[in-house]
């Protein structure tokens, strides 16, 4: 096998180990969305803690899954490479010690000034008593900043180490926090919502502490100082503010979409924000878990200027990005309502509840892949360096997201919104494709497997020819919804693996082989 598929099949490895926990932290956060749904439906009071949640909820991907992890992660290993553990531990512990500050500021200035804040940016739509309740969440939760962004150093710092389980496990300590709040305080209180708040702030706690014995293990010495003579902290700060509207692009995208939604008719964020938890699971299953493995790894490339295993790893790590993305988004539009309905269809979550969601799914679907292949090139990016270029694709992919969200709503409401977060995650990966071209000789396109690509698109149709005269059939016979999932899920699943099989397709193969393969002693 070449050397460099053997390299893939060890990050196809590491990928499914932190896949199988992000399904764990997923399942789980889909359960706290359950609890959410049972407690609050689509009320005001699920509103109101949805957009007060949206600000350190924002951070938290920006810092551990965006920003901060990817700006310093890159700087961090070239440290580590070139000056020696000495000099990485002394940033490193800058690092964490800047962040902290300054996060701990923006929390308290946050708290102090929240009736401004809320009235002015999140909840911009919202008055009465849906206002005060978001007030009042978000000066519970803002604190949240401050300690998952520290916590954001420190994943850096392991993800260097190869230690990725780590932080991919704390989320799950967030979610069983959070949902054990929620049930033994929400029935307590006159606003349930206070329960999920607290829980959300003792999460990110326990996020916080958990880093710490595991950094201390590895063979780094962090040094607990502030240097701003030291050129490589001036560069990561200088790298982070701008890498926000980059990697963190979708999630601003989001927030936005949030307030623009509360606009609209009650229950209009509530129901973005569970469709967007459904989505996450599916992206979080693998998208992140291989964008996670593979930044630290192609920015070794990039110091030792291995052009060509660079392009090798893009062009296999995108096809497999495909593989998974494009089945699930077929999939999930045929049984998008009856998904919404065994997830949440409970206690306060209603027929409107339902339909609002399951809409809102749909669309949200269309850029699933679009997503998978952003989260890749915007680790490519990262590891190069490239900013400048990085920054301009995010701008213009959220000018057009608030264009066409403003646009469409006004003709189909919230469906609009969810809509213009799909063609605005194209736009985005064109713009990177476009800029990205300089860095492989105006070759980019290479990058793309196209014979592999066919064959993913190919099993995915034969799927779909399965798939949707088969739901027609069982919605003609009235069966139930779980029913519908149990006969239509696995026939998919089946399906397009015995179609991938059979056109032989490099991903399925590789994919197979690295399941079966011990890794060595």
């Not at 689509?42 to 920006?62: C, G, Y």
């Not at 940016?121 to 008055?127: F, H, K, M, P, S």
């Not at 959070?178 to 209180?189: D, G, K, S």
């Not at 149709?461 to 003609?476: C, E, H, N, V």
Request: aromatic share 10%.
């Amino acid at each position: 096998m070449p050397v460099s598929e053997t390299k893939h099949s060890k990050h196809v490895r590491s990928a499914g180990l932190l896949g199988v926990i992000t399904v764990f932290s997923r399942i789980l956060g889909l359960i706290r969305e359950i609890v959410v749904a049972t407690f609050l439906g689509t009320s005001i009071l699920s509103d109101a803690f949805t957009l007060a949640f949206s600000i350190p909820d924002l951070f938290r991907r920006l810092f551990t899954e965006g920003a901060l992890a990817n700006s310093f992660t890159p700087k961090f290993i070239f440290i580590k490479k070139t000056e020696g553990l000495d000099s990485a531990g002394q940033f490193a512990g800058g690092m964490v010690l800047i962040t902290g500050i300054a996060t701990g500021f923006i929390s308290l200035i946050s708290i102090i000034f929240a009736p401004t804040l809320v009235k002015t940016t999140i909840a911009y739509g919202l008055t009465g008593s849906s206002l005060d309740s978001t007030i009042l969440l978000t000066r519970i939760m803002i604190g949240y900043i401050a300690l998952i962004s520290v916590a954001g150093v420190y994943q850096g710092v392991l993800n260097s180490f190869s230690v990725f389980w780590v932080s991919s496990l704390t989320p799950v300590l967030l979610n069983v926090t959070i949902i054990t709040f929620a049930l033994v305080l929400a029935p307590q209180l006159s606003n349930p919502a206070v329960g999920f708040a607290l829980g959300v702030i003792a999460g990110g706690v326990v996020q916080f502490l958990f880093h710490i014995p595991f950094v201390y293990k590895i063979e780094l010495k962090i040094k607990y100082k502030i240097d701003w003579s030291n050129p490589h902290v001036k560069e990561t700060l200088h790298l982070m503010i701008p890498a926000v509207f980059g990697i963190g692009i979708y999630q601003i995208n989001i927030l936005i979409s949030n307030i623009i939604a509360s606009t609209l008719e009650p229950g209009s964020v509530a129901s973005l924000k569970f469709s967007n938890r459904l989505l996450e699971l599916i992206i979080g299953v693998f998208v992140i878990s291989m964008a996670t493995v593979i930044l630290p790894h192609l920015a070794k490339l990039f110091v030792d200027k291995k052009l060509d295993e660079i392009r090798n790893n893009l062009t296999l790590t995108l096809s497999i990005a495909l593989f998974w993305a494009l089945p699930l988004t077929i999939g999930g539009i045929l049984l998008a309502e009856d998904i919404v309905t065994l997830v949440y269809a409970r206690g306060e979550f209603d027929n409107r509840s339902i339909v609002l969601t399951s809409n809102a799914f749909t669309l949200h679907l269309l850029g699933l892949c679009f997503i998978a292949w952003n989260r890749i090139f915007l680790s490519s990016f990262q590891a190069l360096g490239l900013i400048k270029p990085l920054v301009l694709s995010g701008m213009i992919a959220l000018l057009v997201n608030v264009c066409l969200a403003l646009v469409l709503k006004v003709s189909i409401g919230h469906k609009g919104i969810a809509l213009a977060t799909s063609l605005s995650q194209l736009l985005h990966m064109l713009t990177l494709v476009f800029f990205l071209r300089k860095q492989f000789a105006n070759r980019i396109w290479s990058l793309l497997n196209t014979k592999t690509n066919l064959k993913i698109m190919i099993a995915a149709g034969i799927m779909t020819l399965i798939l949707y005269p088969a739901k027609s059939y069982l919605a003609d016979i009235k069966i139930s919804y779980y029913l519908n999932l149990i006969i239509l899920i696995p026939t998919g699943v089946v399906t397009y693996f015995i179609a991938s099989y059979l056109l032989k397709n490099q991903v399925m193969i590789l994919t197979h082989k690295s399941l079966l393969r011990r890794p060595k002693q």
